[in-house]
């Protein structure tokens, strides 16, 4: 039986426009020009201040890096009710369920503030366990996809990773996971077909693709 691990950010929620927004007021926060999603989607990387050293073309220093990361999860936070569901989302979930594999959400979003919005939106009960960041602020994803595994003590093999990042790829191929890509925002397409995954255009297929990778 698989166990889907569903990211949040990108993947179950649409909120690259809210992400975009966020980054440009910490951005002139520390007085540098504003982006446009075309600018973040080429860019974006983790851990994430590398993601602002590759924009800017310069080192960060660690004010800045401080900056940047409050002023970001600060209007972040305060967008949150204009964040939806990705169109499909609830669709997706219900396949899983359908299918009769269990599924959790991971999220490098804070664990408090994950938590409590994934409850707004009603889906606490659906989901085994829902894991946020808990204390490495702009991280990489495969030490939290580790403690993750280790939390709902499932077999590696048995899990496929699906979410909108080359960190999702990246984590999945160090734990030993098998992992989709839905294209949802983070990067251009053609950088996730780099990742050498599967890349899909809707949640709905990639649960279709997870049932083809079922070892």
């Given at each position: ?16 426009p ?24 080429e ?7 590398q993601?602002y050293?590759r924009?800017?073309?310069?080192p ?36 899983v ?5 269990s ?5 490098m ?5 994950l ?14 366990l ?5 204390d ?6 495969a ?10 003590d ?9 979410g ?10 160090v734990?030993?996971?098998a ?21 899909t ?14 070892r």
């Open positions: 039986m698989i166990h889907v691990v569903w990211d949040w950010n990108g993947t179950l929620v649409d909120d690259l809210i992400v975009v927004e966020s980054v440009n007021v910490a951005l002139a926060a520390i007085g540098e020009a504003l982006i446009d999603e075309d600018d973040y989607r860019h974006f990387t983790r851990p994430v201040d993601f050293v924009l800017l073309e310069r960060i220093s660690d004010r800045e890096w401080s900056t940047l990361d409050r002023v970001f999860h600060e209007r972040y936070g305060e967008s949150l009710d204009r964040v939806p569901l990705a169109a499909d989302a609830i669709d997706a979930i219900d396949a369920e359908a299918r009769g594999w599924q959790s959400i991971l999220s979003w804070w664990e408090k503030d938590t409590a919005c994934v409850e707004r939106r009603g889906l606490t009960e659906r989901m085994t829902i894991q946020g960041n808990r490495d602020a702009g991280g990489e994803k030490a939290h996809l580790l403690l993750h595994l280790s939390e709902l499932v077999d590696a093999a048995s899990v496929v990773m699906i909108d990042s080359l960190d999702d790829a990246a984590a999945a191929g734990v030993g996971t992992c989709v890509l839905y294209d949802g925002g983070s990067h251009h397409r053609s950088h996730l077909e780099d990742a050498g995954v599967p890349v255009d809707t949640l709905m297929t990639a649960v279709s693709v997870a049932a083809q990778l079922e």
